[in-house]
Every structure is written in C-alpha cells, then in structure tokens.
C-alpha cells in the first residue's frame, strides 16, 4: 500500500522520529497523536459554544493553517520546487494518507475544478459510531481547509472549497469541490 510504504519511507528517512524527550518528531515539528473521537468531541464543543457556521470556518482555518505552516518545511525539506505542481499534489496525497484522515485521491483535472476523494473517512466513520446517526451536513472542514490551502498554492489564486459527499451524512465516501476564486 502506499500510504503504508510512505510512512516506512518517512521512519527510514528521519522525517519521522521520536526525540531523546520521548516527543514525536514529524517534519522538524512536535507531532501529537489524536484519536478520531477526540476531534469529533472538538467539533461538537465548538458547534455547541458558537453554532454550525462558526464551527465549520473554525476548523477549516486549522486545515488552512496546518497547511501553510508544513509547506514551508515540507518544500525546505524534501527540496520540493514550488512550481512542480505534480510532485506537490503526490506529496499531499501522501502525508495527508499518513495523517490517517482517510484515503485521499486527487482526481485528474485539466482545468480549473478539481474533484478530491477521501475513502474511509476517519471522522466520518467516528461520527456515526459516537451518535448512532447520520450528520445532516458534511463535518471534514479541517480536511477542506488543508485541501484549500493546498491548491491556493497549486493555481496560486484563491480557491474555494465544498465538501458534497460526506461519509457522516451516509455517503459511501467523502468528496470535495475545489474551484478558483475568480478574481
Ligand atoms: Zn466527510
């Protein structure tokens, strides 16, 4: 598999270490792990505290900016040109893969509208199974954050980003929408 070659290729490598201080060292960044539950609790506190709409952009701001603060390393490390747009959108593939969200699949796109796959997703699966019921709207806004960052820098515009199939809502998958922002 892949993704599970990729994590073996990151541990080989050094990208992903445990330091003397028994941190988890990812990228030159402290990394925590998080059960799914964790984050599924952490959108429902928000959703709660501030309702649906501030929840949602709370959380696509986290994607965003976990995004903008790892392609810094990411191109300083792996010496990743910024204009290969095609060793980025594998790249992202990858560690998003690794992260454990779920299976990403960028689809083939020519020209401004680019369809991304996740399969099992992990929030997704965790929802149904913590409220015993659909959600009525798609929950992956950190996942559309990090996909929004990352194709602002692929068509280096503005883009903006829909999730229309998510697996909380009873979708066999998850699907997202990128589109530019025209100007
Ligand atoms: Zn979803």
Redesign the pocket.
């Known amino acids: 598999m892949l993704s599970r070659n990729f994590l073996i290729e990151l541990l080989e490598t050094g990208q992903l270490r445990v330091d003397e201080n028994g941190h988890l060292i990812l990228f030159n960044e402290f990394g925590i792990l998080t059960p799914s539950g964790v984050v599924v609790k952490l959108r429902e506190l928000l959703e709660r505290q501030f309702g649906e709409k501030v929840a949602d952009k709370i959380l696509m701001k986290l994607g965003e900016y976990q995004v903008e603060a790892a392609a810094k390393r990411y191109i300083k490390i792996l010496g990743i040109h910024r204009l290969d747009k095609n060793k980025i959108i594998q790249f992202t593939e990858k560690i998003l893969n690794v992260l454990g969200w779920g299976k990403i699949l960028v689809q083939p796109f020519h020209d401004s509208i680019v369809t991304v796959i996740?399969k099992e997703?992990a929030?997704?699966i965790r929802y149904r199974k913590m409220y015993k019921k659909n959600s009525k709207r798609?929950?992956?806004f950190w996942v559309a954050g990090m996909l929004k960052k990352h194709f602002s820098v692929i068509f280096e515009t503005e883009v903006k980003v829909k999730?229309t199939k998510?697996?909380?809502m009873g979708h066999p998958y998850?699907e997202f929408l990128i589109k530019k922002v025209k100007p």
Request: aromatic fraction near 0%.
């Open positions: 996740m997703s929030l997704g798609p929950i992956d999730e998510c697996m909380a998850c």
